[in-house]
Nanobody, 127 residues
Framework: QFQLVESGGGLVQAGASLRLSCAAS????????MGWFRQAPGKERELVAA????????YYGNAVKGRFTVSSDDAKSTVYLQMNSLKSEDTAVYYC????????????????????WGQGTQVTVSS
């Protein structure tokens, strides 16, 4: 069973940075395209960033473009989300997700396309 465990969330002030990590186990990491989603209270889950199996193609939600960066480390079976210039509206539970990617260079942007999910990590940004 492919499993995902997020870490790195916390409480920070507006303008600060955080790096989230998502460690994968139970499968060949390079077979999976990865994504980061978030869900704030009373709001729908939204895509933050996605990355292809190759790690060479990425996609960002409009709200985080230019501030967040997604990357992956095959050797550590880990995907990261570097979050800079955090805003109060970034406050949410952040989830890591994975799906077996059919194409080496394809990323996935819809939550229903992902099969495996982590338990989530809370990010709170105070203004």
């Amino acid at each position: 069973q492919f499993q995902l465990v997020e870490s790195g969330g916390g409480l920070v002030q507006a303008g600060a940075s955080l790096r989230l990590s998502c460690a994968a186990s139970g499968g060949a990491f390079r077979n999976y395209a990865m994504g980061w989603f978030r869900q704030a209270p009373g709001k729908e889950r939204e895509l933050v960033a996605a990355i292809s199996r190759s790690g060479g193609r990425t996609y960002y939600g409009n709200a985080v473009k230019g501030r967040f960066t997604v990357s992956s480390d095959d050797a550590k079976s880990t995907v990261y989300l570097q979050m800079n210039s955090l805003k109060s509206e970034d406050t949410a539970v952040y989830y890591c997700a994975a799906t077996r990617g059919a194409q080496w260079t394809y990323y996935y942007t819809q939550s229903h396309e992902y099969t495996y999910w982590g338990q989530g990590t809370q990010v709170t940004v105070s203004s």
